[in-house]
C-alpha cells in the first residue's frame, strides 16, 4: 500500500498539525517516546483526549518495561531498531 506522510520535528509541532486536521486527513500516528518540546507519551495522550479513535504507534530504543503502562493504551509498540517491514505490516494490521 502506498500511504502519505506527514513529519513533525517534535511533539509540539506534530500536536499542532493535528488540531489543524481536517476529519479523514490522518488517519494514525507514529511517534516515538522521546522527542524535544513534547515527547510521544504526552502527544499520545492529548490525541487520545481529544481524538479517541486515532490510533498510534509509539516507538523508542529504551525498551517498553519502562513505558509499558502507555504502551498499552496504544495501538501498536516498536522496539528500535526494527525492520521496515515489521513497522508496514504493523500499519496494514491497524488501517484494515
Do not use: C, H
Not at 516498536?78 to 494490521?93: D, G, I, R, T, W
Amino acid at each position: 500500500m502506498d500511504y502519505g506522510v506527514a513529519s513533525a520535528q517534535d511533539g509540539s509541532v506534530a500536536w499542532d498539525m493535528l488540531n489543524g486536521y481536517q476529519s479523514g486527513q490522518f488517519a494514525l500516528v507514529i511517534t516515538d517516546i522521546n522527542m524535544p518540546n513534547m515527547g510521544g507519551i504526552e502527544l499520545s495522550r492529548l490525541i487520545k483526549d481529544k481524538y479517541p479513535d486515532m490510533p498510534i504507534i509509539l516507538m523508542t530504543g529504551y525498551g517498553i518495561e519502562k513505558v509499558k503502562q502507555d504502551v498499552e493504551k496504544a495501538e501498536g509498540f516498536l522496539a528500535k531498531p526494527f525492520e521496515l517491514s515489521v513497522l508496514n505490516e504493523l500499519v496494514e494490521k491497524i488501517l484494515s
